[in-house]
């Protein structure tokens, strides 16, 4: 065979190999895009979703280049899709959409966006702002939520904010979901524009919790801050659900709360005037949301401010549980620099007063479930704070603390404050070491080696544990092993491995410990990025979050 024939033959073998490798990209081009109309068409129930995030998320990458083209279709009705569609031959008609179920799977692709996180959500960040500038634009918010994880990055989405934030009169104020105080922190030249938000009952709490994660940068916003401070005004329907439900929160007063947080981020450690004014007033207010709230802003002022947050405890005239739990949780944080606050700690735990929130807590039960708090877990707290403040306080307690560590860490932790009673704290825990459930052998060898270092069997405990039992166990003895010894090689090695986990607690504890204090989160983001297309939305929106917060460049490319 000649040298040309040879040539040739190769260069057909070449192209045919080229051919067939584009008619197979065809092939699961066509399958994919057949495979996203298919999950969109599909009717819901009661407007339930149910598995369609999970479905479109399987589909992977590729299904990108199909959500833009739904998005991008023209609408059916005023735009001319119907007109279009029904002047087309009859061939070319059983091909596209019906113009109605073009406008549902738009709607519920629409609907879904802002759960399937920035890996989808930000290739898509041209048409979304496309979207957002037609005439009413009826899934703005599910819009917003997924421009944020292109903030302020995206000069498009970035010019959409600020003239969308120029108009307070929409009544719809951006909202971004897990990331959203990450991006205003990001955006303090918009802080003039969020200030006319306060005006609005209905967007002035999401406007003063936006200004609040721009701290000091967003000073200029203060006189309408100390306005929304004093709102009063409260709407007929949040009356009624007042009289009807105990515990639904007035969005007046949540507002408020939220304005006097934000003027306490922005004055810092040196809370000025305006701010000690505001919180006078609060204190001495009629909403038990907006006293507690003024409390727990004191006591971040310095001694002179938890001083007078201490005083006035007694004036709280707290009724709720939850409440109670936000107080005791402020006198945690400030440590031995909240004495003052033992008394009313000591009479909190006295079994007639965790009686008495009992009651006032069954109200509340049907009303709000999730803020519904048991007077144990109130005790446990309120403990837990007495040793943060005085250690030696809660040596008859000890028993009750220890027995409650399996459920709570910070139990746990404070055990560590009382060396002088490890050998009663080591014998309580020893018999855990192999007769434990769960984590608990892990969790009783990571206290056991804080308070005596050398502890062999504690040692032996959790080096066993990395290496047997269900995967979320030994993400945890792995996290106390590094946490104990320094030794990061088992949790290095299950992250990556538990991050691919489809159960989302196991997924959840590990991008939660990539990114823990000690450990170069840069060695993680490979599979970060892989854990965007997770099954489960909570996983993609926290591996999201703190990718985001890491470095917005690790998110997929904006388009």
């Known amino acids: 065979m000649s040298r040309l024939t040879a040539r040739r033959a190769l260069m057909f073998l070449v192209g045919g190999v080229v051919v067939l490798g584009l008619c197979a990209l065809a092939v699961r081009r066509q399958s994919v895009r057949h495979a996203v109309i298919g999950q969109l068409a599909r009717p819901v129930s009661n407007g339930a979703f149910g598995e369609l995030p999970a479905n479109l ?24 899709y119907s007109r279009f569609w029904s002047n087309l031959p009859e061939g070319m008609r059983r091909v596209l959409p019906l113009p109605e179920a073009n406008e549902a799977m738009r709607s519920r692709l629409f609907r879904v966006l802002p759960e399937l996180g920035p ?3 930000r290739p898509l960040t041209g048409v ?55 991006v205003w922190a990001r955006l303090p030249e ?72 934000a003027l306490a981020a922005i004055a810092g450690p040196g809370p000025g005037p305006e ?53 005791v949780e402020a006198i945690a ?73 399996g459920r709570r860490r910070d139990a746990a932790a404070i055990l560590l404050e009382l060396p002088e009673r490890k050998e009663e704290i080591i014998r309580r825990f020893l018999p855990l070491l192999s007769n434990g459930e769960r984590d608990l052998p892990a969790l009783a060898a990571s206290i056991i080696l804080k308070l005596e270092p050398q502890h062999r069997e504690s040692m032996q405990t959790l080096n066993r544990r990395c290496e047997s ?16 010894t320094g030794r990061d090689a088992p949790l290095v090695a299950l992250i ?18 990539a990114s823990m204090d000690g450990l170069k989160v840069q060695q993680f983001i490979p599979s970060l990025k892989r854990a965007l297309w997770h099954p489960d939305d909570a996983v993609r929106l926290e591996v999201g979050r703190i990718l985001y917060s890491f470095d917005p460049k690790q998110l997929p490319d904006i388009e």
């Open 190 to 261: 918009m802080a003039p524009l969020l200030a006319h938000w306060l005006a609005n009952i209905k967007t002035a709490g999401a406007a003063a919790r936006a200004l609040e994660a721009m701290g000091n940068r967003a000073v200029a916003a203060t006189p309408d801050l100390i306005r929304a401070c004093r709102y009063r005004e409260r709407s007929s329907s949040d009356a009624l659900n007042l009289v009807l439900i105990n515990r639904i929160e007035d969005a007046g007063v949540s507002a408020r709360c939220a304005a006097l947080r």
């Open 496 to 513: 990556p491995e538990a991050l691919k986990d489809p159960t989302p607690a196991t997924a959840l504890l590990a991008a939660s410990l």
């Open 57 to 80: 998320i399987r589909l992977g990458p590729d299904a990108i280049r199909v959500y833009r083209e739904i998005l991008e279709r023209p609408q059916a009705g005023g735009t001319g």
């Open 119 to 121: 890996a989808v959500a």
């Open 469 to 484: 039992g269900p995967l979320e166990h030994r993400l945890s003895a792995a996290r106390w092993l590094f946490e104990r």
């Open 275 to 327: 701010l000690q004014e505001a919180c006078r007033e609060a204190l001495e207010d009629s909403e038990e949301d907006l006293r507690v709230t003024a409390f727990v802003v004191w006591m971040r002022m310095g001694a002179s401010g938890r001083e007078k947050a201490i005083g006035a405890l007694n004036r709280l005239k707290l009724t709720s549980a939850y409440r109670v739990q936000q107080v």
């Open 333 to 405: 944080a400030a440590g031995p620099e909240a004495r003052g606050a033992m008394p009313w700690l000591r009479e909190l735990i006295l079994p007639r007063t965790l009686k008495q929130f009992e009651r006032s807590e069954m109200y509340s039960i049907k009303a709000s479930p999730e803020v519904w708090l048991d007077p144990e877990e109130l005790r446990i707290s309120a403990l837990i704070a007495m040793g943060r403040v005085e250690p030696q306080s809660i040596g008859p307690d000890l028993r009750f603390i220890i027995d409650y560590s």
């Open 128 to 182: 979304l702002v496309d979207r957002l500038n037609e005439a009413n634009a009826a899934y703005a918010a599910e819009i917003w939520e997924a421009l944020f994880w292109a903030l302020p990055d995206s000069s498009a989405a970035l010019r959409a904010l600020g003239q969308w934030l120029e108009n307070p009169d929409r009544g719809l104020l951006p909202s971004g979901g897990p990331n959203e105080a990450a």
